[in-house]
């Protein structure tokens, strides 16, 4: 018996991944990656409802950090104009639209290295502001101390956004400014403080199909898995340095899905950029495998969404329904 089958079946003790484990689940024959994947999902989770998020560019561009895939580097000529933060009355204007919309929890991203003490004011008004509004709250920001995190969370914090983009091996290729344990770092700040932790990553940088394993492989074996974990399809975006790279495989992508779905099986799977590339087919599949979260909206950060009209019509058509806040 796999380690992985073993770790499945006794459900509520954590386990400790390795990548040949985690490669065994990932390499077997899609029909049975993909039931072992459903059944995980049945067990912890309603198979026919999806969480809706929707997020919120709070600060666009302008950022000293060089991710290779992001148009809103300040390394990358994208062209984008670089904006001042929010106000946050503006802010929860956008919210409850979202709220009217459908979505449960509001994100909300800015582009920096970290928050500077300036700003923190603000942010602490917007969480208060959005969580008043009966939404779930996340911030994405950079990187947070552990007085920070704490601030966030005593103003209602409920996830904080930090993705591991990629594996610890690959992650040079992608980001320079900071370190693959920076980010461990703070998602480390992020738990101690009592925040939710949202962290995933990116199929598409150039990565090996083991980058892509290992990567879920690290956030299964953080002492708390992630409640929610994102998975991105890289958007290539002009101007940015991954602005010619390849395509993912559908099927590889897929299989990613069901793998985070069974390496951690109560954490919210969540199918973010790139699904306006997708066809419905694919993202009914990866509907199957696991996935149960995705973004609502025409736009997420500076990159396209399907609107709301093509994700109704694809939830309806698939029998899914939207999850509501208990
Ligand atoms: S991904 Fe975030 S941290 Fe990286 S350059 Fe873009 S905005 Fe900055």
Redesign the pocket.
């Known amino acids: 018996m796999l380690e992985s089958e073993m770790s499945l079946k006794d459900g509520l003790s954590a386990p400790r991944w390795t990548l040949s484990s985690a490669r065994a689940l990932y390499e077997l024959p899609f029909n049975d990656l993909l039931f072992q994947a459903q059944t995980a999902h049945r067990a912890n989770f309603d198979p026919n409802r999806v969480q809706l998020s929707k997020l919120l560019n709070i600060k666009t561009g302008g950022?000293?950090?060089?991710?290779g895939?992001?148009?809103?580097?300040a390394h990358h000529a994208s062209g984008l104009k670089a904006s001042k933060l929010m106000e946050p009355e503006a802010v929860m204007a956008e919210a409850r639209k979202a709220m009217e919309a459908g979505a449960t929890r509001y994100c909300m991203?800015a582009?920096?290295?970290s928050p500077k003490p300036r700003d923190e004011a603000a942010i602490v008004a917007m969480v208060e502001g959005v969580k008043a509004l009966g939404l779930e709250t996340c911030m994405?920001l950079?990187m947070l101390s552990p007085g920070q995190a704490r601030r966030f969370a005593e103003a209602g914090l409920d996830y904080y956004n930090h993705n591991l983009d990629t594996s610890e091996r690959f992650y040079p290729e992608v980001?320079t400014t900071r370190s693959f344990d920076d980010r461990l770092e703070t998602l480390a700040h992020v738990r101690e403080a009592g925040i939710k932790v949202c962290s995933g990553g990116i199929l598409g940088l150039g990565e090996t199909a083991d980058d892509r394993i290992d990567m879920l492989v690290t956030l299964a074996n953080l002492p708390e898995p992630p409640e929610s974990v994102p998975i991105n399809m890289l958007i290539p975006m002009p101007g940015s340095r991954m602005a010619e790279a390849s395509s993912v495989d559908p099927i590889a992508f897929v299989r990613i899905v069901a793998l985070a779905r069974l390496l951690m099986p109560s954490s919210h799977v969540r199918l973010t950029a790139g699904r306006t590339a997708m066809s419905d087919e694919m993202q009914a599949l990866c509907f199957f495998a696991g996935a149960n979260s995705i973004f609502i909206g025409d736009t997420l950060l500076t990159a396209a969404n399907p609107g709301a009209d093509r994700d109704t019509r694809l939830l309806d058509r698939l029998g899914l329904t939207a999850e509501t806040l208990a």
């Open positions: 950022c000293p950090e060089d991710c895939y992001c148009s809103q580097s991203g582009a920096w290295r994405t950079g980001v």
